[in-house]
């Protein structure tokens, strides 16, 4: 027996000695590398890859689970996705698949209009399915749940990393509004070079100047909240974090954030109970500033009472100072004036008046810096003051909402990360 080997099939030749004897023709059998179908071959590929993509996917969800309790594991609600479209999602498909089966009964049946109607009722619900989907998913992008980028919009867990992601969304989301303001302001100026009876008679720029004024008013009430949830929100907490608290009370300031960015069941008791703490933090940091504040004032009063002394002994000194220069110089060519006073007596007048001037702007110059000082830190006391009472608004704000900042803020397209599934906190 002789064997050839070709790249799709095995060529099997047999040859015997009667057949070579009789010169007849060779005897060839055919037989298939595999025992399928190219077709099913392939459909057992897509299952198989199928099947490993949605083990990776519950393997995940499972390393996920165990590493979160039950109390911060998210619920339906909390992710704002409707129950009834997914169970209405699972039996359209189910329905759409038992469809396609009768038709392929029916064509088997050699049925073709029967078939037909179940191919069109396949196409429906498969068509239903799909419009399924793209609302649910159109729910999931308005919460800002969707993921773009390397990292994406979502973290895992409220972390350093999660409170510099949303300092740094909201100082971008800043810069972009500045910019977008810059190019506007330059249209507005090439329209604005226009002639006068051009911008008149024209229905269009008219128009164009009412978008652009509308647009103005938009961005900067975009750009109000911008700056307002950077210094009340992303600052303050990174204030928070960095100011020497406890491990336990950073975990609760950050988680606290993201709960005001996208508020879930899980993170709600530990947000409660950092708002507690927080307000009497609060009242407590602005009643120690309220009294550093009235200290610097006394300070700095005291300060500006002792330079208005020393300016205006400065002033009187060196009003004496330049009479006795004056005196002494007269004193050269004037006998009477020499022989009333000696040369000697007006120069230790003069040297006694530049002393004491001398020790006078002393206590001016320590004064000023004791002032300056004063002033320092009373702007130190205000500017605190004005934190706490700004932070104060803003929780006032945020108890009177119903829900987070990514929902209040849905106009503003892509507004800052969301987190969810944080770990189980002590």
Same mark, same amino acid.
């Given at each position: 027996m002789v064997s050839s080997t070709s790249q799709s099939k095995?060529? =099997?030749?047999? $040859?015997?000695?009667?057949?070579?004897?009789?010169?007849?023709?060779?005897?060839?059998q055919y037989q298939p590398a595999l025992a399928m179908s190219c077709g099913r071959l392939m459909l057992w590929l897509v299952l198989t890859a199928d099947s490993l993509f949605l083990i990776g996917v519950a393997s995940r969800y499972a390393v996920r689970r165990q590493s979160v309790s039950s109390v911060n594991w =998210?619920?339906?609600?909390?992710?704002? $996705?409707?129950?009834?479209?997914?169970?209405?999602g699972g039996l359209v498909l189910i329905g759409s698949s038992a469809a396609l089966a009768m038709a392929l009964r029916a064509s088997r049946r050699d049925r073709p209009s029967v078939a037909r109607r179940w191919m069109a009722l396949t196409l429906g619900?498969?068509?239903?399915?799909?419009?399924?989907?793209?609302?649910?998913?159109?729910?999931?992008?308005?919460?800002? =749940?969707?993921?773009s980028g390397l990292r994406g919009t979502i973290y895992d867990q409220a972390d350093f990393d999660y409170v510099s992601a949303v300092t740094r969304r909201l100082t971008h989301l800043a810069l972009e509004i500045g910019a977008e303001g810059v190019r506007q302001n330059e249209l507005a100026a090439l329209l604005q070079d226009l002639p006068d009876e051009l911008r008149r008679n024209s229905p269009e720029l008219r128009r164009e100047f009412q978008r652009l004024e509308r647009e103005?008013?938009?961005?900067?009430?975009?750009?109000?909240?911008?700056?307002l949830l950077l210094r009340d929100a992303a600052q303050w907490?990174?204030?928070?974090?960095?100011?020497g608290a406890t491990p336990a009370t950073q975990?609760?300031?950050?988680?606290?954030?993201?709960?005001?960015?996208?508020?879930?069941?899980?993170?709600?008791?530990?947000s409660e109970r950092y708002i507690r703490w927080e307000a009497a933090e609060l009242k407590r940091m602005v009643h120690e500033h309220q009294a550093d504040h009235d200290r610097w004032t006394s300070l700095v009063a005291d300060a500006t009472e002792s330079m208005n002394v020393a300016q205006a002994e400065n002033d009187r000194l060196s009003e004496e100072q330049t009479k006795l220069v004056e005196e002494l110089a007269a004193s050269a060519d004037d006998q009477a004036t020499l022989q009333q006073r000696g040369r000697q007596e007006i120069e230790a007048d003069?040297?006694?008046?530049?002393?004491?001037l001398t020790a006078s702007q002393e206590r001016f110059g320590a004064a000023a810096t004791a002032a300056t000082e004063a002033e320092q830190g009373l702007a130190t006391a205000s500017g605190a003051i004005q934190r706490a009472e700004n932070r104060q608004?803003?929780?006032?704000?945020?108890?009177?909402?119903?829900?987070?900042?990514?929902?209040?803020?849905?106009?503003?397209?892509?507004?800052?990360?969301?987190?969810y599934g944080d770990e189980a906190f002590p």
């Open positions: 095995n060529v =099997l030749v047999n $040859l015997n000695s009667s057949s070579l004897d009789s010169r007849r023709a060779v005897g060839l =998210l619920r339906p609600t909390d992710v704002h $996705l409707e129950s009834s479209l997914v169970v209405a619900l498969g068509m239903a399915f799909l419009g399924l989907k793209t609302q649910e998913y159109r729910t999931v992008g308005t919460d800002n =749940l969707l993921s103005e008013q938009a961005r900067g009430q975009r750009l109000a909240v911008t700056n907490t990174s204030h928070m974090v960095g100011s975990r609760m300031a950050m988680r606290a954030l993201a709960h005001d960015v996208y508020r879930t069941a899980a993170g709600a008791s530990v003069l040297s006694q008046v530049r002393e004491q608004t803003f929780r006032r704000e945020m108890a009177e909402a119903s829900a987070g900042l990514n929902q209040r803020y849905t106009k503003f397209e892509n507004w800052v990360p969301d987190t």
